[in-house]
């Protein structure tokens, strides 16, 4: 069974950057899209960035250009490079698949940004 495990989270400062890594249980190699979403307390969860076979991306208006997403297929892990943090990006992040058909969640990796 597809599990992933979110792990990077904390505390940083506004404009600070932080690198988050989701790690799967087993191979994404054949999922054609990997995703990092967010929630925030009270609010639905959002894609924020996606990783697709090939190399081509997605990234959200509120992100794009600050979000990295990368997928290492070698090593079942799929990494969200965040820069030029803001208090909004606080929220819980998480991964799971992109394609429609999502697998259970994790419990994904608190990021605050609070001076």
């Known amino acids: 069974q597809l599990q992933f495990v979110e792990s990077g989270g904390g505390l940083v400062q506004p404009g600070g950057s932080l690198r988050l890594s989701c790690a799967a249980s087993r191979s994404i190699f054949s999922i054609v899209a990997m995703g990092w979403y967010r929630q925030v307390p009270g609010k639905q969860r959002e894609l924020v960035a996606t990783?697709?076979?090939?190399?081509?991306?997605y990234y959200a208006d509120s992100v794009k250009g600050r979000f990295t997403i990368s997928r290492d297929n070698a090593n079942n892990t799929v990494n969200l490079q965040m820069n030029s943090l803001k208090p909004e990006d606080t929220a819980v992040y998480y991964c799971?698949?992109?394609?429609?058909?999502?697998?259970?969640w994790g419990q994904g990796t608190l990021v605050t940004v609070s001076s």
């Open positions: 990783a697709y076979i090939g190399a081509s991306t």
């Open positions: 799971n698949t992109a394609t429609g058909t999502l697998v259970a």
